[in-house]
């Protein structure tokens, strides 16, 4: 008995054990067990919209750019899954944005249809941009994907295009606040939904095993960039999207749409709530803009507190909120004796 | 009278920065036979493996599969016309369930076309296979993180990726490195089964003893140049051979 | 005018060629892409000055100190915040860069946005070359910029400790059982990294006034060059410098100023699409080593 050393043991709670199964639905404990964390998240973004009258036009506001860095942080968070570590979500958002743009103002197309349409052609586009680079292992996509809408920038602003510093304004409005903020509300919860069952079919599996060992991936006959390809284009989807919808919002698209802002915001939301999950993606947006937004009397300080908070979480909590919480939900922790363990 | 091979690899080189890993290395293979490629570390055995199957490209050479010359073609399209590999250094998805590793082979073109690469099979089948490569039926270790495996255990599973793909030639490299005897002379039955169903099978192999028990015919490497070729016998009685790699290898035994 | 786009031309890829030597070298050595590298180059500049005004130290003795402090920055920078999180690609990605933002947006908080600052040129005044005036800091800029290329070269081509790192950065399983600690070898690397970064600042600066956004340009520009040349390879890296150097000295020249940013994006996109590893790049794709 002279070192008698603990491990944490995590066992799972007995209602999580017995909520596994169908059976659960048949116990009101049981149901709500499993509907209080789902309720948790939906209930707050369906009433929110509604209290426009109590908190205000600028929270509401805050709430959109919320939903937007969501998308985004979706986005990111499919192509982590694929191992494809994204530093420019710029890129594809202000893709959306110019093509909306260019849809509503030269083909005069209504948002209903400029917007869909931005959202499939500014994928398509990005992706067979990206394609090239997809065949590269490493650190290579996030370098490019950095360099490249920063770049878009610098161009736009020294040569004038695509309406230079001022962007493209004009572009036809979008019906209200409220009802933006419920499809956008809608769109999350396809996204989150959707992707969390996405990643779960036989497809996804073969998505995350590129990320895991992409050599064993391609000796078991299939072809990896391909593959790689479709979930470029897929997590393309709601960040051009976001991009699109918010050029009609405020009824003009700038440079800025590529600014840094937008690939970083999006990648401090995932690595807060949590990469892999999505559910991670949409915790992390909605605590990181109200916070930035009440840091906005700090200045550019504000940059450097959530640059730090980045790097606590990326060193020392690599889980993220959300895989915390499951855990702490689901599961009991307790120290044993590593002998007991040994005699068992 | 000869039958059309198989496969066949003619003249095939790679260099890598002025040394030639693969230098103008040929042979045939007649269906259903079973080829073992021997030589000392560094001989090029691996590049070699890797120009057939794609995962490499050869500087001059042709790969011939039934007729069709595959000579640098993308990995997945070599896998998908029929001809599926091991890797000497095994790796797991070690973030998914064991039984779930054997789902990507399981969904790639040429496994759905098969039976039990359907949608909903594939569990299924996959839990089949592992039980066929020697997972005991009923253990919980299916249902284990990939990443927790044993070494021994991941070769296994690389050979039931393999088999998965239902393919006509299966290449094997180092498929006896890190097994244990035991484990190894579970394995051989199952080998010989493979062939007799049909399967030609090219195995890399240090272990010439265990190897022997399953090929008919060896060739061996050495600094990239093939400089044997025949029954097992034949081979070891070469004194080239026994120069380069098995003197050596009684040394170190 | 010939001469003095061939001059300038010049000038302009040494400028690239310094800015992207650091990263280039760190991420050669140890695959740590040091998305900090910006942040580094500026904070030289920032120390350097801090240095010159508030000790009153002479101007050569700040300069050294300056990369020996900002080398140790990189280093522990490794040891603190990377090596927690070594080997996995995102993490670190994501930490260089968090350390990057955070010291920029540092410094623009602590108020270093007046036109207040600049650096001292290492000699003042200039030379007529071929009926073009340069100003001897452009023409010190080439000189190191090439001697440190030489250098290099040599520290990792002919020296134990440089194959050493090389070594480690190619297989680090390996490397670890030929006794070198990796860990010890990264570190070397990213404060090497920082230190290069430092000098190139320090080399550059003086050319105009220090404004933080220069971080931000820094990283990009260090990103286009090693992109475009191909990242691990010294070849790439001057290549990389010398076209881009030439072709936005030529597109102002003839086009317009405002064109020379184009070049840039350009580039890389024709690279991605040629040759999406780099010039001289060998990426791995999906092969196995021998």
């Known amino acids: ?344 | 009278m000869k039958q059309q091979p198989i496969l066949k690899v003619a003249d095939l080189s790679k260099s890598f920065g002025g040394v030639h890993a693969v230098n103008g290395v040929g042979f045939e293979l007649q269906p259903g036979e079973t080829l073992g490629i021997i030589g000392p570390n560094g001989s090029g055995k691996s590049t070699l493996i890797n120009l057939i199957t794609g995962f490499v490209k050869p500087d001059s050479g042709k790969v011939i599969f039934r007729g069709q010359d595959i000579t640098g073609a993308p990995p997945f399209k070599i896998v998908t016309s029929g001809i599926a590999r091991s890797f000497q250094m095994a790796r797991s998805f070690s973030s998914m369930p064991v039984y779930k590793n054997l789902i990507v082979p399981l969904y790639s073109a040429r496994a759905r076309k098969l039976k039990g690469g359907q949608y909903g099979d594939r569990d299924e089948t996959a839990i089949h296979l592992l039980e066929e490569v020697g997972f005991e039926r009923d253990s919980s270790v299916p249902y284990k993180l990939a990443g927790s495996l044993p070494h021994g255990y991941v070769k296994r599973l690389e050979l039931a990726r393999c088999l998965a793909l239902d393919p006509e030639i299966i290449i094997l490299d180092e498929l006896f490195s890190g097994m244990s005897m035991s484990e190894v002379a579970s394995i051989l039955p199952l080998l010989e089964r493979i062939n007799e169903e049909g399967k030609t099978l090219i195995m890399v192999e240090h272990r010439l003893r265990e190897l022997f028990r399953v090929v008919n015919r060896a060739i061996v490497l050495n600094f990239g140049t093939k400089i044997a070729e025949g029954t097992p016998e034949e081979v070891v009685a070469v004194q080239e051979v026994r120069d380069a790699y098995l003197g050596s290898e009684t040394e170190d035994a | 005018m010939e001469a003095s786009v061939l001059l300038y031309g010049l000038v302009n890829s040494a400028v690239l060629m310094l800015t992207a030597l650091g990263f280039s070298l760190t991420f050669g050595l140890s695959g740590v892409a040091n998305f900090a590298h910006g942040s580094l180059y500026l904070a030289a500049g920032f120390i350097a000055w801090m240095i010159l005004h508030y000790l009153g130290l002479p101007f050569m003795l700040s300069v050294v100190l300056t990369i020996i402090i900002v080398g140790i920055l990189g280093a522990a920078m490794y040891r603190y915040i990377l090596m927690p999180v070594r080997g996995i690609a995102l993490s670190e990605v994501i930490a260089t860069f968090a350390v990057g933002v955070a010291i920029l947006e540092f410094f623009r908080w602590a108020g270093f946005v007046t036109y207040d600052f600049n650096l001292p040129s290492f000699v003042k005044g200039g030379v007529e070359i071929a009926g073009v005036d340069v100003d001897y800091q452009r023409v010190i800029i080439i000189g190191i910029g090439a001697g440190l290329a030489a250098l290099l070269w040599y520290f990792s081509h002919k020296t134990k400790i440089g194959l050493a790192l090389r070594g480690m950065a190619q297989d680090e399983y390996t490397a670890l059982s030929l006794g070198i600690d990796s860990d010890w070898a990264a570190a070397i690397s990213v404060g090497l990294g920082a230190a290069l970064a430092a000098v190139a600042g320090l080399a550059i600066l003086p050319l105009g006034l220090i404004s933080i956004n220069i971080g931000y340009d820094v990283l990009l520009i260090a990103l286009a060059v090693t992109v475009l040349g191909g990242l691990e390879s010294t070849t790439g890296l001057m290549v990389g410098s010398l076209i881009l150097g030439f072709a936005s000295v030529i597109t102002a020249n003839y086009l317009g100023p405002q064109w020379s940013e184009v070049v840039y994006l350009v580039a890389i996109v024709v690279v991605l699409a040629i040759k999406p590893s780099g010039l001289f790049g060998k990426f791995k794709e999906l092969e196995e080593r021998v």
């Open chain 1, 1 to 344: 008995m002279a070192n008698v050393s603990y491990r944490k043991e995590r066992i799972d709670r007995g209602i999580k054990a017995r909520t596994d199964d169908i059976f659960a639905i048949a116990s009101l404990q049981e149901t709500l067990y499993l509907l209080f964390p789902r309720l948790l998240l939906i209930v707050p973004l369906v009433v929110f919209p509604l209290l426009q009258g109590i908190i205000g036009a600028y929270w509401e506001t805050v709430f959109l750019i919320a939903l937007v860095v969501t998308l985004l942080a979706l986005s990111w968070d499919l192509l982590a899954s694929v191992g494809l570590v994204s530093l420019g979500q710029a890129l594809f958002y202000g893709v959306g944005g110019y093509f909306t743009a260019f849809l509503s103002n030269y083909l005069g197309l209504p948002p209903l249809i400029s917007i869909p349409l931005a959202t499939v052609s500014g994928a398509s586009v990005c992706t067979l941009l990206l394609y090239p680079v997809l065949r590269l292992r490493g650190v290579y996509f996030g370098l490019i994907t950095f360099a490249i809408p920063l770049l878009l920038m610098r161009t736009i602003e020294a040569t004038k295009i695509l309406g230079g510093t001022e962007g493209i304004s004009g572009l036809a409005p979008l019906p209200g606040l409220t009802v933006e903020l419920y499809v956008m509300v809608a769109i999350a919860f396809v996204g989150v939904f959707g992707l969390r069952r996405l990643i779960d079919t036989d497809y996804g599996l073969v998505l995350r095993a590129i990320r895991d060992n992409d050599r064993s991936v391609e000796a078991g006959g299939i072809n990896v960039p391909w593959y790689k390809a479709q979930a470029v284009f897929i997590a393309a989807l709601p960040a051009t999207f976001a991009g699109a919808f918010i050029a009609h919002h405020y009824q003009v698209v700038g440079m800025s749409a590529f600014a840094l802002d937008y690939s970083v915001l999006p990648l401090t939301a995932v690595v807060i709530g949590g990469p892999g999950s999505f559910a991670g993606a949409l915790l992390g947006a909605f605590v990181l803009v109200p916070l930035s937004e009440t840091l906005r009397q700090f200045g550019t300080l504000r940059v450097v507190i959530y640059s730090v908070i980045l790097l606590i979480f990326v060193v020392g909590l690599p889980e993220g909120i959300f895989r915390f919480a499951q855990r702490k939900y689901q599961q009991f922790e307790r120290l044993v004796p590593m002998e007991e363990v040994a005699k068992e």
